[in-house]
């Protein structure tokens, strides 16, 4: 058996008229013109922020290795930490602060309040006097 095939659509009026609406003519040269100019003005803006925003990380990289290397030496020669035992002591941070991130990235997933280190209290009804306690 011969599958059918679907009829092709003829254009009509109405559909051609339609499409030749949804093509967006600009009006005038000089519009477009502004328009271009606009969107390349944005386009300028945007690479300027993004050239100061590698400068800024560029910038924080080497402030946080310079401080990193302070805090190495003033372990090692003023509180006299052994080397092993501050390269334990950065592996057990580094696992703390991974797990943390973990924690945060789980709870901007969920949506869910950021854990706060106060406890909180319990919620206590008020209680009641017992009528017991008046009649002995």
């Not at 803006?45 to 924080?60: A, P």
């Not at 290397?69 to 372990?75: E, F, G, K, V």
């Amino acid at each position: 058996m011969r599958k059918k095939t679907p009829k092709k659509k003829h254009n009509t009026k109405r559909t051609r008229a339609a499409k030749r609406k949804s093509r967006v003519i600009p009006s005038d040269s000089l519009e477009m013109h502004e328009y271009l100019t606009k969107i390349q003005e944005e386009i300028d803006r945007l690479t300027d922020l993004s050239d100061k925003s590698e400068e800024r990380l560029q910038d924080i990289e080497i402030h946080i290795n310079l401080l990193t290397r302070l805090i190495t030496t003033l372990c090692v020669e003023k509180f006299g930490m052994r080397v092993g035992v501050l390269k334990r002591l950065i592996k057990r941070v580094e696992k703390e602060a991974i797990r943390d991130s973990q924690i945060l990235h789980l709870e901007s997933i969920y949506s869910l309040p950021v854990r706060s280190d106060k406890k909180r209290q319990p919620w206590n009804p008020p209680r009641r006097e017992d009528p017991w306690d008046d009649i002995a």
